[in-house]
């Protein structure tokens, strides 16, 4: 006889996850079609089934933690087919939502990002901090002549601080990173195979070539966004890797003919391409995405002010608008929403869905 | 004078109204809008818990109207419109042109010379001529030509061999308006559009087939005494996927239960066990629904090798890998598995919908009746909620008394 | 017995539809000729024709012709047409079991028409006068037992009818279970407002009806009699004397016996039954946490191995009640399916739209009272293998078992309730006929008849009503009730030959034959379904109807020329019950499914009809071999007079002895079973036969 687990209900977190879902989530009836039309659900023990059941009961232990949600990559094949329309892609986002909540440390940085209530004090952290280390720098005002940022915010300056500043917020979630991983093995254990040699290669294929996107059906725009989006991200962060370099061998700022801000500018269009029909798809297509929430548009309204704040920096520049440094604070601000706060917010599945895809992968998992 | 009660619809339910009725002293017009009654339970196989043959009670109905002077009857007849009040209506009738009139002995001879066949369909006996009888125990037992089958006067050759002036190829319709005291609507039901069901790809495979049809095919097999094919490529099946909850429970298709579809795939599943040993089935379910005593059709199917229940809904059906059959996705609920499997044919346990208005009646946002309607409208059964043979001619019982009320 | 009046016969030869190619029916008309003389015959070429209907009714006239026998098709079809006023009909299948399944212009089958031609001559020879059965005394009102609601619906319906209604309820109140519950499911299942109980009003306007009389704190002490005459003595705190026609009992249900889910952890004061809970509800504060247990003693042979089926919603239903008495609560609900068909469906969504109820599939293994609340060990469920839930008080969805309905104390020697088909539920046996009683006149309604919600009960209470109310209608036509509708024939006793075995007070499946102390049988025909099962019972053969006695039969079997054993003509005595075989015969002959010639076949009501003296008339006659065939016996018996089939087959038994005696091989009397679709197998069940015997060879008997 297997040994008898006690059950705790929990309503609230139950209550959270509906919350967050938007979802009825009560109203699952376990008919297990969405494990059944899912693409990316393993034979054994497929999800999103078992995580319905556990969500109705809020068994918040057996949902932090748990593999299978991030192996979902929310194409809304479960949510589309629904019959009791419970919208499972829903609430195994909103799941995984409350994973990066459970695992930031300081705990107020997980509530700072997921909670629109801490939205000013997210946004105050960012304007102070800079404002304090201009200040320090003594160069918080706006320059005289032709637009130079480096004279308002030095380059050696910036790059020390935004760097060690990242640096420092990324360290505190590698810890978060470290419990996820012990979590998902103590509940989803290595099998008789046990744990294989970390497929970095082969996990690292599957993200570059969005392999777990393509059995979707009912999303079908949704791979290229994401696609456009990755790319282009990866696209500026190179591009600002090779931006460092040249503030560094002073050929900076990069005239516009120079290949990588031809780049840098492409992979801006890939974005905003990206995001447009991200955001269509979740003003249009309610049937799969159901109620979209408070991290999905912090997300998405995020990128886009960072990726336009970007662009018109650069205008400004060019162009001698009197707005020019204006726009450049703004743009660091965004800078350090998206990328400083990154693993706490919806766009930890960077990290998160990482992990869990070498964990599974190590399990055999698939 | 106490005008006659009308009742439409022929099948299990008007039936059984109106001898009921008649049978209490009641007068009584029952309309059928097919050439024969008996409606959807006279193509059944057999009816559950006891896998008998409709036929059986059917043909007891059919001789309590025969012996019965209170009952009169017209098929192929349809409503056109109701009129009036409680105790008064008028209710105007379509009668269809039956291209063979009352004449007919059901010698035969009409159908030994067609040269036209009806387009075979599902459950229908192949090569079934244009001039034809539903079946060895039809009532009326007369013979009917399908206009749509026949080739008209410019074949004749049923004219030519028919002894007893019966056909009329060129008979016109006509419209009679019958007095009654009360209506009772006992229109039934109708299968759920199964190619609405689009991942279950019915429109595309030939080996996916609705329960009801399923059922036809089995009545066509007990009747000519003939193995079980499959209509891709009329081999014998080894292995058939009963998918429960095909359109109901379902907020994309019907959001009700339809009440009858577990006993209805258990009956299959027996049936074969016990009369195609060579089948095997599956049946897959959300939950089990069986009332009252019909429980015995799990416990049963439970102790069959045959058998196999698989708790969770089907996702999609795919296209065969190679072989013909199809492939069906689904999650084992209980050993918690994700399967992709092989059938020979998958049988659609298909949702239950009302029969299209025939009267201009209250109903519900699916479109059933709703149990109160003006005074002397008394809709009755299958058309009210979805329900099986048993419950369906409980309520026409009751109906028959409402419709006695002074 | 008075001597028949001088018949005027007549025989009316169809020679449509094959059956003058097949026949020779010239020949036909001088062996009727022979047989009876001066027979008026006639021969047209359709009968059911405007003209040939025409010709008969005219030679009918002329010749005072006051029996008839058409030769045609089967008198399954064109039923109307050969119904003529004042004039006994009977029919001679030449269609559908000679010229369309026999070897046509050959001489076994023009003997074999023959044969079936003087068989229905002889007889209708034979038949007499029939005067209808109506009782002395015909009451139309009708007896309602329980005032629960099913009892209050049927008793509301027949007044409305017209009918007067006498309502008898053991308790001081009308009501009945549905009476004590706090709320009701919605009316639109929509919705997950609990309803009131509007119970109240239907009791109001029961109580306010001119045509219904209420017996409350009343107990039957009695019912005797037949339909349209039974005598009701009612117990209040006197005894009264009713007269009714027809009895509707809806005694109701009772929880499972709580004593057997100790293992569910009853005993406990934390662990209630659905009942219990009802009341619980109403009168108490409810805990935090709450627990269902549903099929709790359902489903399951260790106790009730059928589904309660009002058990999933009503548990649902409780589940608001807890969740309106206390905000704070939880619910946990443990099903094995959650069954609620139809739009009920709709209320499992509504009610899952609170989410402070949770659900999960699973068995329960252990439950437990811990000291400061109950703990539930479930297995396979869909949490995981095995979790323990703890709650503080634990509802059991107890499973729902019929009332008795040996309260009725019918006088009958078959016993004082309703025969109970199966778990103790009073029900039919047919799914075409839910309201096909063992004791006509005497219906079972609501939960007494089969588990059903509140709904389908009161559905259920009305549509027995109607079947009562046609039973009284019938009895005062004199005519039976389903299955032979119309049928106006009884059985008729010639009580001076009768020995008191007791026979047919034994046999007869409908309790139709009450006996004194001496066993002499007292007929009670308006409980008679028609069967003739008293007429294949009695050994004494003094059991008739008008249209079908010992004699009819015999001169059928006697009409027959049996050639000698020389000829090799086997003869082939095929008796076929009315219901499934003969249809099934006449589908044989639709699909022209030959079968032998040497058949002659005599069409029963019941094979529990066949009388032993047919068999040795027939064996003495020269024939080679019985074949009995009826309708489908055993658990799932299709007889529709019960055990007809089985009393046949039991017969057989005894019979071998007689053969044995008699020195005769015993596969000369064979029973057989078909379903009325089975027209292949009844072709190859006679030609088999036929063939067996032919290998016998023939019955030595025959030239005696």
Redesign the interface.
Known sequence: ???????Q?N?AF??EL?RLSGS???????????????SL??????FP??EM??A??G?KDKLIGNVDIWLCHQCGDCSS?????VKPADVLSAIRQKTYQHYARPRLLGKLVSNPAWLPVAIAIPVVVIIAILSLAGTFKIPEGPVDYSAFFPHGLLNGTFSSITLFFYLLASLGIGRFWKDMKRQTPPGETGMKRLPVFSVLGEILSHSNFSGCGSRKPGKAAHMLLFFGFALLITVTLYAIWATVSHHYPLPITNPFKILGNMASLMIYTGLGIMIWQRLFNRRVFGKSGYSDWLLLVSIGLLTLSGTLVQLARLGEWSVAYHLYFFHLVAVWFVIMYLPFTKLGHIFYRTTALLYARTIGRK | MNLPTLIIGGGISGITAAVELAEAGGQVVLIEKENYLGGNVSRFNNYFPKLCPPACGLEINYQRIRSNPRISFYTGAEVKNIYGVDGDFRVKIHLKARLINNNCTSCGKCAEVCPEERPAKLGRTTGEKAAYINNGLAFPMKYCIDPDACAGEACGKCLEVCDYDAIQLDALSAEVVIQAGKVIVATGWILYDAAKIE?YRYREEPDVVTNQEFERMLAACTREHKKLTRPSDGKVPARIAFIQ?AGS?????LPYCSAVCCSVSLKHALTLETEYPEIDSEIFY??MRLSGRNEKLLKQAEGKERITLT??????ILPPDGEKGVLL???D?IS????QDAYDMVVLAMGLTPAPVAAELKVNEYGFYLPDQPSGMIPTASCKRPMDVSSSVKDATASALKAMRR | MMEAEKKHMALAVCTGCGIGECIDTDKLVDAAGEAIQGINCIQHGSFCSVAGLAELNRMVAEKGVDRLAVAACSPRVKSMEFELDGVHVERINLREQVAWVMEPDHEDTQMCAEDQTRMVLAKLETIKENSPYIPDHLSSDILVVGGGIAGLTSALEGARAGYRVHLVERSDRLGGYAGRIYKMLPDSEQSATLKEPDLHEKVKEVEGHPGIEVYLESTIESISGEPGNFSVALKNRRVSELQVGAVVTATGWKPYNTEKLAPLGYGSPRVKTLEEFEQFVQEEHLPDRILFILCAGSRDEKHLSYCSSYCCAAALKQALYVREKNTNA?V?IVYRD?RTPGFQEEF??MV??????????GVIETVSDTGDGVEV?VTES?????????SDMVVLATGMVPNTTADLNLQYRLGKGLPEIEYDFSDSHFTCFPYETRRTGIFAAGTVRAPMDMEMSGEDGAGAMMKAIQTVECVKRGEAVHPRAGDMTWPELYMERCTDCKRCTEECPFGSYDETEKGTPLSNPARCRRCGICVGSCPERVIGFADFSINSVSAMIKAVNVPDEFEEKPRILVFVCENDAYPALDAAGVNRLKYSPFVRIIPVRCLGSINKVWISDALSHGYDGILQIGCKPGDDYQCHFIHGSELTEQRGENLQETLKTMMLEPERIRTRFVEITEHHEIQEMINDYVEEMELIGPNPFKSM
Not at chain 1, 1 to 7: A, K
Request: contains cysteine; proline residues 4%.
């Open positions: 006889m297997s040994e008898s687990s006690s059950i209900p309503l139950k209550r509906s009825q989530l009560n109203q699952c009836m376990q008919c297990g079609n969405c494990s059944a039309v899912c659900a393993p034979a054994e023990r497929p089934r078992k059941v556990w109705g009961w068994l087919y629904c019959p009791r329309d | 991942n909850c429970r379902d907020m994309n298709h959300i939950d708790k969770g809904k089907v996702g999609r996705e689904v999650e609920i918690e598995t994700k399967r | 939880e946990y959650i499992y969504k899952q739209a609170d989410d402070a109820i949770f659900m999960t599939k060990t869909l949490l995981d293998d095995r979790v323990t839930i703890i």
